[in-house]
């Protein structure tokens, strides 16, 4: 048995014993435009659906999850690594019952494992798998290779645009990358920052016409969030706004893509969470 047949016999024996854990990426093209409040309500609004929900960030950026929420995380997944922290200490348990793992910058560490520490790892992380109905990832923007990672990996891809062209031309550019270079079909598209429902499908068809001309890729609806200053309090306050201010356009909004997800049926493919961080470490298998 080589290495990958190890990762693989590893992931189902862990598939057969616990509930699939589904694994959901946010990612954007361009940068700034609402991911991290994204992940963060829609996050809580899937809790208050009585789904169990862990938030891993993994994107560097300046305004992280935890600094939306007040809080502070010295510790990330790079430690859990090291041994120098459990899991346990290294997720934060956020107000309104959800729980956050950061991660660490870059995804470097991780192709530089040793294969038996990408073992422990993964022994590390099958843990979290009965334990969480969705993990949530912020991946970031652009298309680093921190991003097409956690992208191959998951069963759902979210990609969120605005209605500014520029962002609707990087989020083209992301679905290419993936599409082409790394042979992904679906994402899953939220239009945010609208001014209504109206503008949220014009966007979506002006991507979907874009590309259904030049990629062989299928872009399902998954919703809008309209654009709302409450969002921008509610930042300033460093409390989410599903919680601030729960009647805010922009909170029913998020709530109601919460509610799609758990209409919408994974990927049965592959949805199992062990087998994602096995995908994570064999990008070259897809
Ligand atoms: N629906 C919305 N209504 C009003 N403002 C919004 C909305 N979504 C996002 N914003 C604004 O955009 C800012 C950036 O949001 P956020 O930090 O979530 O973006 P991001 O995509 O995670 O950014 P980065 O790429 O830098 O990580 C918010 O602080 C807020 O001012
Ligand atoms: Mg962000």
């Not at 998954?222 to 460093?238: M, P, T």
């Amino acid at each position: 048995m080589d290495q990958s047949d190890t990762l693989r016999s590893l992931a189902q024996t862990r598939a057969n014993n616990a509930p699939p854990t589904r694994v959901i990426t946010v990612s954007s093209g361009k940068g700034g435009v609402g991911k991290s409040n994204f992940v963060l309500n829609v996050g809580l609004s899937l809790a208050r659906l009585k789904k169990r929900v862990l938030l891993l960030d993994a994107d560097m950026g300046l305004a992280n999850i935890d600094i939306l929420v007040g809080l502070t995380t010295r510790f990330n997944l790079s430690h859990v690594l090291t041994g120098e922290k459990t899991l346990e200490e290294v997720i934060v348990k956020a107000p309104g019952g959800i729980d956050i793992l950061p991660a660490a910058s870059g995804v470097e560490w991780m192709t530089n494992l040793t294969q038996e520490q990408k073992l422990d790892f993964l022994q590390k992380m099958d843990a979290l798998n009965g334990v969480y109905d969705i993990l949530l990832i912020d991946t970031g923007a652009g298309i680093s290779s921190n991003v097409v990672y956690f992208n191959l990996a998951a069963q759902s891809k979210i990609v969120l645009v605005t209605p500014e062209p520029t962002s609707l031309t990087d989020a083209y550019a992301l679905i290419k990358v993936l599409h082409r270079s790394h042979q992904q079909k679906n994402f899953e598209i939220v239009i945010n920052q609208v001014q209504n429902e109206q503008e949220g499908i014009d966007v979506y068809r002006n991507l979907t016409s874009v590309a259904d001309r030049f990629l062989d890729v299928r872009l399902g609806f998954l919703g809008y969030v309209r654009k709302d200053e409450r969002l921008c309090r509610a930042v300033l306050r460093q409390t989410p706004v599903v919680e601030a201010f729960p009647d805010a356009d922009v909170s029913v909004d998020y709530q109601a893509v919460a509610r799609k997800i758990t209409q919408s049926k994974p990927d049965l493919m592959a949805s199992e969470l062990g087998l994602f961080w096995r995908d994570l470490f064999q990008p070259a298998a897809h």
